[in-house]
């Protein structure tokens, strides 16, 4: 972790909430009140995760425990700290024996961080690998197990800043065209693969790949998802308000007019093997 770098919700040092509800961790209140015939009370949340998940792989148990913290108020910028070093250190092949279905609370946790994290000195390396860990994550959980509940989350990732896969996409965009010998003689060595250009196009592409996920989980006439998420964990998924500017920028690009599944689903493979190649470079 970079100096400086914290996520945007930071842990707080002994947070209290009031809940009329049961007392979650079992500990005494600590305040106890009757509020419109409710019985309210307070309790100190506890800053370490209560749960036991030591017999899950260890990426793992630090990705669920960063998720617990997350969300419950606990020291989130340590265990931010805990699973982002883990995966530098035993480098990225923890991340591909993963199975499916443990791919997905690791890719939430590294969504959280590439979406929630604060840039540093205006340059967002480290939310470009957190968002390329959590794109191959969620993918390969989408890919094994059909869990859709992923898609939201992979929208925002693709649709977010520029920045996050913008190299990803560039490379997978550079490998169309080096795949494609009619394309290459085509172009020859007068194309910039380096240019701004070449990279507007690439990103570019994020739109259909948008689309054909959204299509699977969201209904764009009545403005509702067709997925049901209660119980489920649903990190950085987009506002409504993205949602319309994402289908105001599609219906204005090319690919209104054309299949746009067909390279929408290209890319969505090309980017994931870009994520892969990468792992395994580190």
Not at 102 to 131: H, Q, W, Y
Not at 132 to 144: D, F, I, P, T
Not at 156 to 181: V, W
Request: proline share 6%; glycine share 6%.
């Amino acid at each position: 972790m970079k100096p400086g770098s914290t996520l945007k919700k930071g842990g707080q040092e002994g947070p209290s909430q009031t809940t009329p509800v049961a007392n979650p961790w079992l500990q005494e209140p600590t305040e106890m009140e009757i509020l419109d015939g409710m019985e309210v009370f307070t309790v100190k949340t506890p800053m370490e995760c209560p749960y036991d998940f030591s017999d899950r792989p260890e990426v793992v148990q630090l990705a669920l425990q960063f998720n617990w913290a997350y969300n419950q108020g606990g020291d989130v910028d340590r265990a931010f700290q805990a699973l982002y070093n883990h995966v530098i250190t035993h480098t990225g092949v923890v991340l591909r024996e993963l199975s499916p279905e443990d791919c997905f609370c690791v890719g939430m946790a590294f969504a959280t961080i590439a979406l929630e994290t604060e840039s540093v000195d205006g340059k967002r390396t480290l939310n470009s690998v957190a968002s390329e860990n959590s794109y191959y994550c969620l993918m390969k959980c989408l890919r094994g197990t059909d869990d859709k509940i992923v898609i939201p989350t992979l929208f925002s990732l693709l649709y977010g800043p520029e920045d996050l896969l913008g190299d990803a996409l560039t490379n997978c965009h550079r490998r169309q065209f080096e795949d494609a010998p009619s394309h290459g003689a085509f172009l020859g060595k007068w194309y910039d693969f380096d240019s701004p250009e070449f990279r507007k196009s690439a990103i570019s592409y994020r739109l259909a790949m948008c689309k054909v996920l959204m299509d699977q989980v969201y209904d764009w006439d009545t403005g509702h998802y067709t997925i049901d998420s209660i119980g489920r964990a649903h990190a950085c998924w987009p506002f409504p308000e993205q949602l319309t500017q994402f289908y105001d920028e599609f219906v204005e690009s090319p690919y209104i007019a054309m299949n746009y599944a067909v390279p929408g689903n290209k890319y969505l493979d090309g980017v994931f093997e870009e994520c892969e190649r990468i792992l395994s470079m580190y």
